[in-house]
């Protein structure tokens, strides 16, 4: 009887390519047509409860079926599986939430702005949930700046670490920082932006985070790198915030406020900014209309995330005496980071099941290969959003832009070059000793 329910869903999802199911009793059905440049790949189910689970609620069925090996994949991985279902519906050839019924829609709304709630006691859980994993794990595929959200693929950029670099620059550049100014860097991850901001600038920069794990990381950063008087941090939620600052910088924050905050969110950033101050805001965002965090992210991943469209940012900022200078789009820069990341983690199997298990291995592959998946062909994107609260706070013309990233891609390189060669002359002076010993 589940096949019954589940065979259509197949039937719909698969077009080009095919995809050969194996029931855990060995019958086989083929979905699809095989095309040129399109996959064959096999789902072999491993119990007979399987449809059934799959047909309730696909995306947490299918995630959880995965976790528990219940499902198992032949000539592709997860990632190739994810990507073969969202190549054949593209956002642009409208989703699913085109199908919901009104009821369906208000109850999924009604859900979803209850788990966005986000007050205090809980914005800090939903962050310890993932935030304070294992420090190792995120040693096993970020880059060294620990850059856990959408690196910026500039022309010529080839690796996940220049990316990440450029990405560094392309907000310094937007933020036209200087020596002598105070930085709030909201949601401040490990530290590594806040920290690099300063070697690039010069400027003060205050971290704060809700994540013990990622503040006792990010102070200990600071003091190895000895800018601990220059780089601050604190476990302080937003909203508490009292002190101003010239520049306010938040990336893959936003995420974390809640449809029932924002407003909050932009009138304590209005309040807290200097009047010739600028803003920038780096979030995941949606292009289509506001919706809801799917089941597998909300309960698993991020829970308490969303991710907003553009429309519901820009009215949260709208009443709180704040103009936004500039939106970009970035469109499929978080594709490859997050490919990147996958093909870490991958690399690093034995250790990531070392640190938790194979379940847990295979829920963060799950969690990547949909969120990479998500960036190519559903509907997310990331906004960078400038905000200022006078009009005459930055040039008139975004000339500048190129013009301070270049600057600073120089000063950083320049800075590695001579670190280089002091390394080379340490080297050299010690074979000198040793010789002469």
Known sequence: MSMLILDPVLKRLFRNGTLTLIEADGRTRVYGTAMPGWPDMTMRLMDRRVPGFLARNPSLGLGEAYMDDRVRFEGGDIMDFIDFVRRNNPWERAGDIDKMGPLRKAWLNIVGRIDQMNARTASRKNVAHHYDLDDRLYDLFLDPLRQYSCAYWADGVTTLEEAQHAKVEHIAAKLTLREGLRVLDIGCGWGGLAIQLHKLSGARVHGITLSKEQLAYAQAWAKREGVDDAVTFSLTDYRDVTEHYDRIVSVGMFEHVGVPNFSTYFRKCHNILAEDGVMLMHTIGRVGPPTVTDDFTRKYIFPGGYIPALSETVAAVEPNRLMISDVEILRRHYAPTLRAWYDRCVAQKDKIEALYDGRFYRMWLFYLAGAATAFENADLVNFQIQI??????????????????????????????????????????????????
């Open 388 to 437: 200022v609260r006078h009009r005459d706070a930055l040039p008139l013309t975004r000339d500048y832009l190129a013009r301070e990233e270049n600057t600073l891609r120089a000063r950083r390189l320049a800075t590695e070059s001579d670190q280089t060669t002091n390394v080379v002359h340490l080297d050299a002076s010690a074979r000198s000793t040793v010789s002469a010993i």
